[in-house]
């Protein structure tokens, strides 16, 4: 399976913006999707996972209540909703499938990652 991301770019803080991970093949609409973040010198972050059947969500305290992920399986796609973005929500955010634990960044297949900047 490949997953690309979509959707970032620059945004004032206090806006929103939504990034979409599509994954190529059909077997993505069965597994756990984990939303991940690095920004420049720190280690990549755990943001939030979403089950196949999209009824469990799971985030890091950093984020619950701005983000929010969902998923269309019809479309292959998993979305993340961030809103109220702080400069410190900066970073390339990467989506991942394969052994997505929650609170840990680590996965077995990744997107190649889409800028997020958050502007004060």
């Known amino acids: 399976v490949q997953l690309v991301e979509s959707g970032g770019g620059l945004v004032q803080a206090g806006g929103s913006l939504t990034l979409s991970c599509a994954g190529s093949?059909?077997?993505?609409?069965?597994?756990?999707v984990g939303w991940f973040r690095q920004a420049p010198g720190k280690e990549r972050q755990f943001v939030g996972l979403?089950?196949?059947?999209?009824?469990?969500?799971t985030y890091a305290d950093s984020v619950k209540g701005r983000f929010t992920i969902s998923r269309d399986n019809a479309e292959n796609t998993v979305a993340l909703q961030m809103n109220s973005l702080k400069p410190e929500d900066t970073a390339v955010y990467y989506c991942?499938?394969?052994?997505?634990?929650?609170?840990?960044?680590?996965?077995?297949?990744w997107g190649q990652g889409t800028q997020v900047t958050v502007s004060a």
């Open positions: 979403i089950s196949g059947n999209g009824l469990r969500t």
């Open positions: 991942a499938i394969g052994d997505v634990v929650a609170g840990l960044p680590t996965a077995r297949t």
């Open positions: 093949a059909p077997s993505f609409r069965l597994v756990t």
